[in-house]
Nanobody, 125 residues
Framework: QVRLVESGGGLVQAGNSLRLSCVAS????????MGWFRQAPGKEREFVGG????????DYAASVKGRFDIFRDNNEITVYLQMDSLKPEDTAVYYC??????????????????WGQGTQVTVSS
């Protein structure tokens, strides 16, 4: 059973930054694309961004492009979500998830196999 553990969430003021981490328990995750999703109260889970297996390709939702950055350290089997210029509308529970092997980054949550427990991000105005 693959475990993903997110950390780094918290309460920040608008305009500030947070960095989320997602550590995987299984080294085979090194060969898989990884994604970040978020879910705000009363809303569906939405794609935030993703990264391919070797970190050479990334993809971002339009709402976060230019403010968020995803990178990974395969030695530590960790994926990061750097969030800058945070806005109140970024408030949500953030989840990391394991995608397919290789370079394709999917935007649909149903195409991801394993999920972390989520970490709360709250941005005050």
């Amino acid at each position: 059973q693959v475990r993903l553990v997110e950390s780094g969430g918290g309460l920040v003021q608008a305009g500030n930054s947070l960095r989320l981490s997602c550590v995987a328990s299984d080294r085979t995750m090194r060969t898989r694309a990884m994604g970040w999703f978020r879910q705000a109260p009363g809303k569906e889970r939405e794609f935030v961004g993703g990264i391919d297996w070797n970190g050479r390709r990334t993809d971002y939702a339009a709402s976060v492009k230019g403010r968020f950055d995803i990178f990974r350290d395969n030695n530590e089997i960790t994926v990061y979500l750097q969030m800058d210029s945070l806005k109140p509308e970024d408030t949500a529970v953030y989840y990391c998830a394991v995608g397919n092997v290789g370079t394709v980054i999917n935007r649909e949550a149903k195409l991801y196999d394993y999920w972390g427990q989520g970490t709360q991000v709250t941005v005050s105005s």
